[in-house]
């Protein structure tokens, strides 16, 4: 079970990305402001972060620099509606873990947040080691 | 008589001045003869000269009855004296006479001479004049002679320079007379309209050639009206029935009344221009609509994945309920078919390249395709035929893509014939324009003219809901023009052989080939 962040100007859509997630056992927080976002982040511990490209006030790789500066260890997958190579690299400098085009199918993301979280586990058996 | 006067003196100056008047005669005669000699022409001189005779004459006539008194005095004969004496002064008398008859008739003789001198001068100025008139005149005659060589040249040097102007342009140029026939017509004219001799086409009324008449009618209206015409777009007709369109400016011949005598024009051939604009028009329609389209499939992604996410959601909860579970089954198909709408929308505004570009083998990719496709248009009874050139040089092309593309084009075919047909499949190169060209072509139902203009427009489809999306040559469009080249249609086709193979509509794949020398 993991702590997820889903951040995501619609509301519908964050929504249903904490159902799908919630499904799977994990504690999902769905958020639709990046602030709050934000502030959540600075008090409790996340292990991933569901976060939009396109946001309301900011972009989705803005808020990850922000996560990450609260949180260095903190996963990312990144969902957008606008797939071009330039917001692949950007998010994927930024240190997102995965990109998902929109729209996103149940079983694509469940697959996508196994499969990051796995990693992410693998990573840190490796830095115990 | 004189007795008291000595008589001597007088007889010696007699005597003497008789000898001495002799020898002056003879002198004179002398030198008459002389000046007679040196211009015997001259009548003055013949004149002097018998004058001098004369003169001779009396002399001695005189001279000698002076002497012989003198002599025959002194030695005492005056007898004899006295019977000469009346001999010798009759003689003297007529001698004098004829000096006296000859010098009056000088004064005459000189001013016959003189105004004869005069009229001789005055016809020498005369035959001068005349003389420098007729120089004058030959020198005018020379020069006139020069002035029409040199304009004889410089028209012959204007004629020239209009004449391969007349023959050399690529447009068309050509008169007409009063009754509006062409009167005479260039080389490019005739070629353009498709004839073989300039006669075929000299005669002919103009608004023959024209192949819309309300135009001919304007064009006529306006060069009457106005006098000119300019950058006026018509079609003429060629001799075979095709149209050539042309964009004409001309001018009106007319006469001292104004009235429409003929017209002289210069008609540039457009056809060429229009494809290529017509092409660029659908090029930024494309690109457009794209953008539009782009912008819409953005904004129906993001409900449509909540839609496509709940549903998913929902088939979970209700997989124990069949009818339910089978709604949202439904439910979420359709809205699968929506996603793949969208994605193909945004492929085909996209340009981006997502694969590879490889060096491939036209040949192959058709026939990796036609493996693939080729069953289920047998089943349809539908035949492929191969008509490939050998030796092909391979294109820079995604073979993912490409691919896509022929997949769509058979399909389409499929689509157009239904059942029972041909596909005729053609590969080519044209190696002077270095462009590989793939024809598919299929002998079906054929395009509307009403439609052919539209089929590449996205969402244009003439086939029924459901077998459709209208996004197939929209994207095939997209992905030919991301490789540099063009699809283009012809329905019916243009190219003799694929008459002759039976085809109906022909869709032409043109690729450009980048030889060696392009890529270093």
Not at chain 1, 72 to 81: D, E, N
Not at chain 2, 57 to 83: C, D, E, K, M, N
Not at chain 2, 332 to 360: N, Y
Request: aromatic residues 8%; negative net charge.
């Amino acid at each position: 079970m993991a702590t997820i962040l889903v951040l995501d100007d619609v509301s519908a859509s964050g929504v249903m990305v904490q159902r799908i997630l919630s499904r799977k056992g994990h504690l999902v927080h769905a958020f639709f402001d990046e602030d709050e976002a934000l502030r959540f982040a600075k008090s409790e511990e996340v292990d991933l972060a569901v976060l939009d490209m396109k946001l309301r006030k900011m972009e989705g790789v803005e808020v990850l620099a922000e996560l990450r500066k609260l949180q260095p260890t903190i996963r990312c997958i990144m969902l957008t509606g606008y797939p071009t190579a330039d917001s692949v690299e950007r998010a994927l400098g930024q240190g997102a873990a995965a990109y998902c085009v929109k729209p996103v199918e149940k079983q694509e993301l469940e697959e996508t947040v196994a499969a990051v979280l796995a990693d992410g586990a693998a990573q840190a058996d490796l830095l115990l080691r | 008589m004189n007795q008291g006067l000595p008589l001597l003196p007088l007889y010696l100056v007699d005597f003497f001045g008789a000898g001495l008047m002799i020898v002056l005669s003879l002198l004179a005669v002398r030198q008459a003869r002389r000046l007679t000699r040196l211009d015997p022409e001259s009548v003055l001189w013949a004149y002097l000269f018998w004058l001098s005779i004369a003169m001779v004459a009396f002399a001695l006539s005189r001279s000698v009855g002076h002497i012989l008194r003198f002599v025959l005095v002194l030695t005492g004969f005056p007898s004899v004296w006295q019977t000469l004496a009346p001999y010798s002064g009759g003689f003297n008398s007529l001698a004098f006479a004829a000096v006296a008859a000859l010098t009056f008739s000088f004064y005459n003789m000189h001013r016959v001479f003189a105004r004869i001198r005069e009229d001789a001068d005055k016809l020498a100025a005369a035959h001068r004049e005349l003389g420098n008139a007729h120089a004058d005149l030959h020198k005018l005659n020379q020069h006139l002679e020069d002035r029409v060589t040199v304009r004889t040249l410089e028209l012959t040097l204007s004629e020239q320079k209009f004449r391969r102007l007349f023959e050399g342009s690529k447009d068309m140029i050509f008169f007409c007379d009063t009754t509006g026939r062409v009167s005479d017509i260039n080389d490019s004219g005739v070629e353009l309209l498709g004839y073989e001799h300039r006669r075929e086409v000299v005669g002919k009324p103009l608004a023959t050639l024209f192949a819309d008449e309300e135009k001919w009618s304007q064009y006529y209206c306006k060069l009457n009206s106005v006098g000119h015409i300019m950058d006026f777009e018509v079609e003429f007709l060629r001799r075979d029935g095709s149209r050539l369109y042309m964009m004409i400016t001309a001018s009106a011949i007319l006469d001292a009344n104004r009235n429409l005598q003929g017209c002289e024009a210069i008609a540039k051939d457009m056809t060429r221009f229009r494809e290529v604009t017509e092409r660029l028009i659908q090029s930024e329609n494309m690109a457009s609509v794209g953008q539009l389209a782009a912008g819409v499939a953005h904004e129906i992604n993001t409900p449509l994945g909540i839609i496509l996410g709940y549903t998913q959601l929902l088939k979970e909860d209700f997989e124990q309920q069949p009818e339910v579970f089978d709604t949202l089954q439904i439910v979420e198909k359709q809205t699968k078919i929506c996603k793949r709408i969208v994605a193909d929308l945004l492929k085909f505004s996209r340009h981006t390249t997502s694969g590879e570009m490889t060096s491939s083998s036209v040949n192959h990719c058709i026939e990796e395709v036609l493996s693939v496709v080729e069953h289920s248009l047998n089943m349809d009874h539908i035949y492929v035929q191969r008509e490939f050139a050998d030796n092909l040089p391979e294109v820079v092309v995604d073979r993912e893509r490409m691919r896509q593309v022929l997949v769509n084009m058979f399909t389409n075919a499929h689509h157009a014939i239904g059942a029972e047909g041909i596909v005729g499949v053609w590969s080519r190169y044209n190696e002077s324009c270095r462009e590989m060209e793939i024809i598919i072509g299929d002998t079906g139902s054929g395009i509307e003219p009403t439609v052919i203009g539209r089929i590449f427009d996205p969402f244009f489809t003439t086939k029924g809901v459901g077998t459709g999306t209208g996004l197939g040559l929209s994207v095939s469009f997209g992905i030919i023009k991301d490789f540099g080249g063009r699809i283009e249609v012809q329905s019916p086709p243009r190219d003799p052989e694929l008459v002759e193979a039976g085809m109906h509509t022909a869709f032409h794949i043109v690729l450009p080939v980048e030889t060696a020398g392009d890529t270093g």
